[in-house]
């Protein structure tokens, strides 16, 4: 069993900044790829960011410039800047380990404006 634990979620005015935690526990044998995705209200979940085991990055367009996904070990870090409103949403991270596709509860970051 994997478990997903995610902290650093808040509020924010526009323009600021948040930093995400995703700490991997449990029976991992090797985690392929770590990731952060995000879900607001009456959408669709959709990709953020992602990075491999050999740390290769991958952003939505949309946080380019403005968000880092980084990794030490188990733990995955989304480091955010710039924020804006739209940026509102339920964030998830994920973990794609050998043996299973993993994913956390969930935590919410809001930005007003």
């Known amino acids: 069993q994997v478990q997903l634990v995610e902290s650093g979620g808040g509020l924010v005015q526009a323009g600021g900044s948040l930093r995400l935690s995703c700490a991997a526990s449990?029976?991992?044998?090797?985690?392929?790829?770590m990731g952060w995705y995000r879900q607001a209200p009456g959408k669709r979940r959709e990709l953020v960011a992602t990075i491999t085991s050999g740390s290769s990055t991958n952003y939505a367009a949309s946080v380019k410039g403005r968000f880092t996904i980084s990794r030490d070990k188990n733990t995955v870090y989304l480091q955010m800047n710039s924020l804006k409103p739209e940026d509102t949403a339920v964030y998830y991270c994920?973990?794609?380990?050998?043996?299973?596709?993993?994913w956390g509860q969930g935590t919410q970051v809001t930005v007003s404006s």
């Open positions: 994920n973990a794609l380990i050998v043996g299973g596709n993993y």
């Open positions: 449990g029976s991992i044998f090797r985690i392929n790829a």
